[in-house]
């Protein structure tokens, strides 16, 4: 993998992560408000954050050497 696909990867890893803390503190912070439905923000940051994992795992998956790509 290039150092720069690398980065990236590291960098949207890191993204993910923040963003699953995010949606971490906005349930608490429902459930400490007496909250029963899921925060609607919350729906959006997960939705975000997988489509970060996703774009980090394609990069990864694109720098692999494929044999089959004809």
Same mark, same amino acid.
């Given at each position: 993998? #290039?150092? +720069?696909? +690398?980065?990236?990867?590291? %960098?949207? @890893?890191?993204? #993910? *992560?923040?963003?699953? @803390? &995010?949606?971490?503190? %906005? &349930?608490?912070?429902?459930? @400490?408000?007496?909250?029963? *439905? $899921?925060? !609607?923000? *919350? =729906? &959006?940051?997960? %939705?975000?954050?997988? /489509? !970060? +994992? =996703? /774009?980090?795992? $394609? $990069?990864?998956?694109?720098? *692999? ?6």
């Amino acid at each position: 993998m #290039s150092p +720069e696909i +690398e980065d990236l990867c590291s %960098r949207l @890893d890191r993204i #993910s *992560e923040d963003l699953a @803390d &995010l949606a971490m503190r %906005r &349930l608490r912070d429902s459930i @400490d408000a007496g909250g029963h *439905e $899921l925060p !609607v923000d *919350e =729906k &959006l940051i997960t %939705r975000a954050r997988r /489509a !970060v +994992e =996703k /774009a980090s795992g $394609l $990069l990864r998956s694109s720098s *692999e050497p494929v044999d089959d790509w004809a």
